[in-house]
């Protein structure tokens, strides 16, 4: 697939892979509504039933296109590329069986896992949060880097996105899709005036009548503001955010928001489920929910992302006339 879908999407969006949250009728609703839906492998259980969402999302996708005659945006899957998770090598083999057009990767930039996405045509993106992650996967091939900055739900990184942005633009002339605290049209379009290609967007599509979030999920994400979400390692083992009001229903209070130590949710549980037992019961979003009140369908966000992007571009056009 060629990287320059992004002139065929209704508006510069990745609806980005929200662990636990993301499902096919979340990916297929983001897709026949123009912007890249994508959800992480590791969503579904076992390597079979995330082939099956696969083949799910794809007939639905090509079933759009037949009936409408309209094209629908790619879709991607987000694999962790770690060595804690087991199930990298079976996930991409699905990934090259049906030839998933976009895979996303973290915690792990490899050149072979690159070469193999482009062996049947496929686009490499790979989140990063520092100059020196980006540096590797310049070096590993890959056509796009997510700059994680401050504020974006999950793992998120602690820059500004300016300086990170320029950062990495010094070594980096791929794509550039940028994360963090974008929840409306207008900061799509700051995405792409501070230099991004494509604004990738999490904390928003959690409130979507199609995501897999539980309604006291959604529920606490109108009732936070910037100022509920927590950075902290206490949960995981890495720094992410949460939202405060789910970290203290566990008992993980202010003072155990710098521990570095992640729960113990028992010796049974292999990383892979203990991770998502973890998010599972601790509610994680970026500091974005400041402005999100309403649970929309994807298409009424869409559609509203797309009025805002428009006016604040036409605003930009006023200020090129006004100062050039």
Known sequence: MNNNFINE???????????????PELVIECCKNGIVGTFPALNQRTSEG????????????????NETGKKAAPFGVNLIVHPTNIRVKADLDICVKHKVPIVITSLGAI??????????????????IKRRHAEKA????????????????????TLHPIPLINEVKKIFKKRILLSGCISNGNDVASAL??????????????????????????KMIMES??????????????????????????GITEDRWKDTKKIDFGK??????????????????????????NIPSVSEIVKELKAEFLKSIKRQKQLLEKYQ
């Open 9 to 23: 999407l209704s508006l510069p969006v990745v609806a980005a892979p929200l662990f636990l949250i993301s499902c």
């Open 50 to 65: 995330f082939e099956q969402w696969v083949i799910d999302i794809k007939e639905a996708l090509r079933k759009f296109e």
């Open 111 to 128: 050149a072979d896992l690159v070469n193999v996405v482009h062996s049947y045509g496929g686009i490499v993106y790979h989140d990063i």
């Open 138 to 157: 310049a070096e590993a091939g890959v056509d796009g880097l997510i700059l994680v900055a401050a504020g974006a739900g999950g793992h998120a990184g």
């Open 193 to 218: 005036q501070m230099g991004a290609d494509l604004a990738y967007m999490g904390t928003r599509f959690i409130n979507t009548k199609e995501s897999a979030a539980s309604e006291d999920y959604k």
């Open 225 to 250: 503001s910037a100022e509920d979400i927590v950075y902290t390692a206490a949960v995981s083992g890495v720094h992410a955010n949460f939202i405060r009001a789910s970290l203290e229903s566990v």
């Open 268 to 293: 049974e549980l292999n990383p892979a489920e203990a991770e998502a037992k973890a998010w599972k019961t601790i509610w994680s979003a970026g500091q974005g929910v400041n402005i999100i009140d």
